[in-house]
């Protein structure tokens, strides 16, 4: 693989030079903004610290690539996302359903077979198609959300992420789209939505333990 062949996937840019996505570059802010946020609100709980740190991953991997827009920068850029899906869900198989260690680790790894089958089907689907993999996400919250339904604060809470997410893929997936006629495009939207689901996320997490701690002792 050439790392440093380079790409020109969103409406906001017109050439390959570093500074062509100057809104989708700043607009990663959100992610930081997020992270930085959480981090004092995440002591205590070391995979809450350890997703505000992968959260920060997210906004500069993010950055780079739409400055860069090289394949090294993609690779920074989709890393930590995935890194972030994962730590969640072995958070949340862990510390939320109530699985063990190593069970939650195995449930976790179901994801793998579980995105293959999403991304095989949302392939075959107008619209969906564009951005297969990340609707993986908004479903799993959606599912999760179905036998934690008695616990309202976190099915809530899954519900209302599995809904901005729903909403920023959408803008995602309309980006050059709709290039003629918003040439800004709509991916800075994205990267907005997406800072304030994460952190939402982490909040809910956090939130959980907070309640839990006491029948944790």
Known sequence: MDWLQQFDGYCERTDLTY???????????????AALFFW????GFPLARTL?????????GSY??????TAWALLLD????AAFILVYLFAVNRDVVGMNGW???????????????VV??????????ISGFY?????????????????????????IGAAILSLSISLRSIDEILCDTIPLGTHFLWHILNGVMLGWMIHVYIRHMLATAPMQR
């Open 120 to 129: 095989w089907l949302t392939a075959r689907l107008p619209f969906f198609n």
């Open 19 to 33: 500074w062509s996505e100057p809104v989708n570059a700043v607009t990663n802010l959100a992610f930081i903004i």
């Open 52 to 60: 505000t740190v992968i959260l920060f991953a997210i906004g500069v």
């Open 103 to 117: 069970f939650a680790f195995s449930a976790t790894c179901l994801f793998v077979p579980y995105a293959a089958a």
């Open 64 to 69: 780079l690539f739409h400055t860069h827009a």
């Open 135 to 159: 609707w993986t996400v908004p479903l799993l919250l959606c599912i999760y959300a179905v036998p934690l339904r008695h616990r309202r604060g976190i099915a809530t809470g899954f519900l």
């Open 40 to 43: 004092r609100r995440s002591a």
């Open 78 to 81: 989709v890393v930590p996302i």
